[in-house]
Structures are given as structure tokens and as C-alpha cells.
């Protein structure tokens, strides 16, 4: 009974790959959110959506896509991965994104680009 | 500038003993204060939410200080299970929706 799910763990690639990570939540939640969090720990915020539209989109590169089938799952995909990409991501959500709730992360996606 | 800021530590400490972390933000306007919890290799997790008067659960204690933005986090008793990164979260409103700023967080080892 995972609330957030995310796959995969582990993702190692090559420069300039293509990739996809994807999430779903089974909380019956409206907002989804995307994290970086890097070799400082840095945790960082990339993009969110409610109800499958785009709520927040931090200076990201235009290589990160983000995608909402619909509002239980948020996937992101990367073109052209570069070594600065290597870090964990994480997927998130909440209840409602115009109120600052609880949010609810998934286990993390470890990305590491050679 | 950072909108949350920690120190990072690490805090050793013996089992048995109190520690207390620090954090400061930057948005006057944050209404929402937590402190979340991250284990080596996993996800951040909610500890407790951080409330104006000041709370507690069980061991752990939240304090808030808006005059000097500043929030502090109590741990009574350490136990090996603490062992953790402590993470300072504020709520900012940017961009039309309410987004959390994470801090880099505490780190703390609790020492048999």
C-alpha cells in the first residue's frame, strides 16, 4: 500500500541520453510535485502540478519535461542527460497546492549520468 | 540569499542527551513552518509541523520566532533511532501556489 511510487531506483546512463522516471500516489491527492536533490543535499524544487496542469515551474532546463496523465501520476522525462543531471530525484504530493500541507515523498530515483 | 538556512552540523551526541537545531528564513511573509526528517538513502518524511505558540510531540519540541524568523527543533532524550538528517521547511507563496523551501539540514549521530 505504497502511497508514492516511484521507478525506477536506480537509473544509470550515458551523456545525452534520453530518460524517463515515473510516479503515482494512491492518496487521492490533487498536487504533485518534482524535487532535485543533489551531492549537497541540497533538496530543491523543480516543477508541480494540480489536477494535470502546471502550477510551478522553477529555471529549469527546457531538457527536463514533466508530464500528467492525470492527477496521480506525474512523470518526468530528460533529453540529452548531462553529468550535472546525476543527482536523486523525488516525487511528491499534497492535498491541495494553494495551502502549504504535509507532503508526501516517494523513495527517490538515484540518477547517475557517466 | 537562501530562503531557509541550517547549520549543517554533524552533531554528535551520546544516547540520553538533549540537542537542539537551529533555522532561519528569509520570507517574512511564510506562514507555514515543519520540520522533516530524512534517513541516509530515503525519502523526507514529516517530524511535526511548527506552530506560533510553540509545540510538542513526546521527545520533540518546535519553537517559532517570527520577530527573528527563526525556528528551532528540540530532541529530549536521544535514542540511536534519531539518528537522521533534520530538515527546516518553509512555506513560501511564489508563483501563483504555495511552494516549500527545504533547508540542507542538520545532521545527527546519537552515540551509544
Known amino acids: 500500500d505504497t502511497a508514492v511510487s516511484q521507478t525506477p531506483k536506480y537509473l544509470v546512463t550515458q551523456m545525452g541520453n534520453d530518460k524517463s522516471i515515473k510516479c503515482e500516489q494512491n492518496l487521492g491527492h490533487d498536487t504533485m510535485y518534482w524535487y532535485k536533490q543533489d551531492s549537497k543535499k541540497f533538496l530543491k524544487i523543480m516543477f508541480s502540478y494540480n489536477n494535470k496542469e502546471l502550477i510551478i515551474n522553477e529555471t529549469v532546463p527546457n531538457r527536463f519535461s514533466p508530464k500528467s496523465p492525470d492527477k496521480a501520476h506525474l512523470n518526468l522525462h530528460i533529453n540529452s542527460l548531462e553529468l550535472g543531471d546525476s543527482a536523486v530525484y523525488f516525487c511528491a504530493s499534497s492535498q491541495d497546492w494553494r495551502v502549504a500541507t504535509t507532503q508526501y515523498f516517494g523513495p527517490g530515483t538515484r540518477l547517475l549520468v557517466l | 540569499r537562501k530562503e531557509v538556512e541550517q547549520d549543517p552540523g554533524p552533531f554528535n551526541v551520546p544516547e540520553g542527551a538533549t540537542v537542539a537545531f537551529n533555522c532561519t528564513y528569509s520570507n517574512s511573509a511564510s506562514q507555514s513552518f515543519f520540520w522533516y526528517r530524512q534517513d541516509c538513502r530515503k525519502e523526507p518524511k514529516l517530524l511535526m509541523s511548527?506552530?506560533?505558540s510553540g509545540n510538542e510531540d513526546g521527545r520533540f519540541t518546535a519553537q517559532l520566532n517570527r520577530a527573528s524568523q527563526y525556528i528551532s527543533l528540540l530532541i529530549r532524550d536521544s535514542k540511536l533511532s534519531d539518528s537522521a538528517t533534520y530538515l527546516c521547511v518553509v512555506n513560501a507563496f511564489q508563483t501563483g501556489a504555495n511552494n516549500l523551501f527545504f533547508g540542507t539540514g542538520t545532521r545527527l549521530t546519537v552515540i551509544p
Open positions: 511548527v506552530y506560533s
